[in-house]
């Protein structure tokens, strides 16, 4: 088993800046490939950010593309969501996620094996 424990949420103006952290405990190395997902109110949950093991791979989706930084710190075991140039449709409860399996093109929820308790961000106008 793999234990996420998301950090760093809040509430930030439009134009602000956050960094989130996730946590990783237990198995960590069976895991491939880590990322973050965000799911805002009413809304379905929807891929941000992964990276491979090492940290050197990312993959983005096309929204946050340019403005968040997805990265890793494999000897803390912890993986990081910068997100500059927040906007108000960035607010959701974002999750930290892992798979065991290497692709690092895996954009649905159902693709990840183990997941956080979420952090909520909130971007105000």
């Known amino acids: 088993q793999v234990q996420l424990v998301e950090s760093g949420g809040g509430l930030v103006q439009a134009g602000g800046s956050l960094r989130l952290s996730c946590a990783a405990s237990?198995?960590?190395?069976?895991?491939?490939?880590m990322g973050w997902f965000r799911q805002a109110p009413g809304k379905e949950r929807e891929f941000v950010a992964a990276?491979?093991?090492?940290?050197?791979?990312?993959y983005y989706a096309d929204s946050v593309k340019g403005r968040f930084t997805i990265s890793k710190d494999n000897a803390k075991n912890t993986l990081s969501l910068q997100m500059n140039s927040l906007k108000p449709e960035d607010t959701a409860v974002y999750y930290c996620?892992?798979?065991?399996?290497?692709?690092?093109?895996?954009?649905?929820?159902?693709?990840?094996?183990?997941w956080g308790q979420g952090t909520q961000v909130t971007v105000s106008s």
């Open positions: 237990g198995r960590t190395s069976s895991t491939n490939v």
């Open positions: 990276a491979n093991r090492s940290g050197l791979g990312t």
């Open positions: 996620a892992a798979r065991t399996r290497p692709t690092i093109r895996a954009v649905h929820p159902s693709q990840f094996d183990y």
